[in-house]
């Protein structure tokens, strides 16, 4: 059974940093691709980062603040967050799916979710 469970979530001060990461079990890891994820209270979901066999994506809303990143070794999964702006705030989640194309941050692409971790950045 694939579990995956999120951690580092916290609150931050505008500009701060955070670091998630994501446990996985239960599944080949290095061959499954996987994303981030993130909604806040009456948005949809977005995603923030697709880690997938053809390199890394980003939304432009994110791009150039946050970096995502794969541990094969250790199933771990995590997201670099950096220069946090209040709009940042929300809860963010970790993804697993089937590999089928280079760009994938579409929530419908992935079948396996984590609980989320909030994340909140106060000005």
């Known amino acids: 059974q694939v579990q995956l469970a999120e951690s580092g979530g916290g609150s931050v001060q505008v500009g701060g940093s955070l670091r998630l990461s994501c446990a996985a079990s239960?599944?080949?890891?290095?061959?499954?691709?996987m994303a981030w994820f993130r909604q806040a209270p009456g948005k949809e979901r977005e995603g923030v980062a697709g880690?997938?066999?053809?390199?890394?994506s980003y939304p432009e809303s994110v791009k150039g603040r946050f970096t995502a990143s794969k541990d094969n070794a250790n199933n771990t999964l995590y997201l670099q967050m950096n220069s946090l702006k209040p709009e940042d705030t929300a809860m963010y989640y970790c993804?697993?799916?089937?590999?089928?194309?280079?760009?994938?941050?579409?929530?419908?692409?992935?079948?396996?979710w984590g609980q989320g971790t909030q994340v909140t950045v106060s000005s």
């Open positions: 239960g599944m080949t890891f290095n061959r499954l691709c």
């Open positions: 993804a697993a799916g089937y590999c089928r194309y280079a760009y994938m941050l579409s929530s419908a692409d992935y079948i396996y």
């Open positions: 880690i997938t066999w053809w390199g890394t």
